[in-house]
């Protein structure tokens, strides 16, 4: 009885602490620790791969993997910066390992990139806004294809984790001149494609 209390305050104490002291403590060897971390952060691994492999299965098969090498790979994690940086590194890289495997190639016309984000307010206007995101997802299933791997993970950190082109280039481990170039042509590409084939759409609008 003494050790499930003992353990039952051990994880309160976890939930408590910031996502680093957490991953500090599971660099030191503290399961609890790693084990609320993981809890904590599966959704967005989970988000972040579904929009670059473009399927939730699998992206739960990538987070999977993100975790594993999280834990073989905490010792080397250092607490000067931010861990979110680091773990979508991971993820990051794991997500384009797995769309250039040739299992995920016959999955990549059909990727998903959810340049709009959901919103919680339920309005009329929210409504005609909600349908028109849904449009852009459809159309973005249709021609997301045609983007490099490297294209998307960019598009997808810049215009959905909204994360600003320093830390991208760190979590791709490029140049900020590299990640700008990549955004400029996932967009070109992306307007290309959808003025070619919805050509009625992007009258009036912009990709970013």
């Not at 104490?13 to 809890?39: C, H, I, K, N, Y």
């Not at 991971?90 to 919103?119: C, K, P, Q």
Request: hydrophobic share 40%; glycine share 4%; aromatic share 6%.
């Amino acid at each position: 009885m003494e050790l499930v209390y003992s353990q039952r305050k051990d994880r309160q104490e976890s939930a408590e602490l910031p996502d680093r002291d957490l991953a500090v403590r599971a660099r030191g060897g503290d399961m609890v620790a790693f084990e609320t971390l993981v809890t904590r952060k599966t959704s967005a691994v989970v988000a972040l791969a579904r929009r670059i492999v473009g399927n939730t299965e699998d992206a739960r098969d990538v987070a999977q993997m993100v975790f594993l090498r999280v834990w073989n790979e905490i010792h080397r994690y250092d607490e000067k910066y931010s861990l979110n940086t680091w773990l979508y590194r991971i993820a990051t890289n794991l997500s384009i390992d797995f769309l250039r495997s040739a299992r995920s190639r016959e999955r990549a016309h059909g990727a998903t990139l959810h340049i709009v984000r959901e919103r919680e307010e339920s309005t009329a206007a929210e409504a005609t806004r909600n349908a028109e995101d849904a449009e852009l997802v459809r159309l973005f299933e249709t021609v997301s294809g045609r983007l490099s791997e490297k294209q998307k993970a960019a598009f997808v950190l810049r215009e959905m984790e909204d994360c600003e082109t320093k830390e991208i280039a760190e979590i791709l481990g490029c140049g900020e001149s590299t990640v700008r170039n990549h955004l400029f042509n996932a967009r070109k590409i992306l307007r290309r494609e959808i003025g070619r084939l919805f050509p009625e759409f992007l009258r009036g609008r912009t990709l970013a």
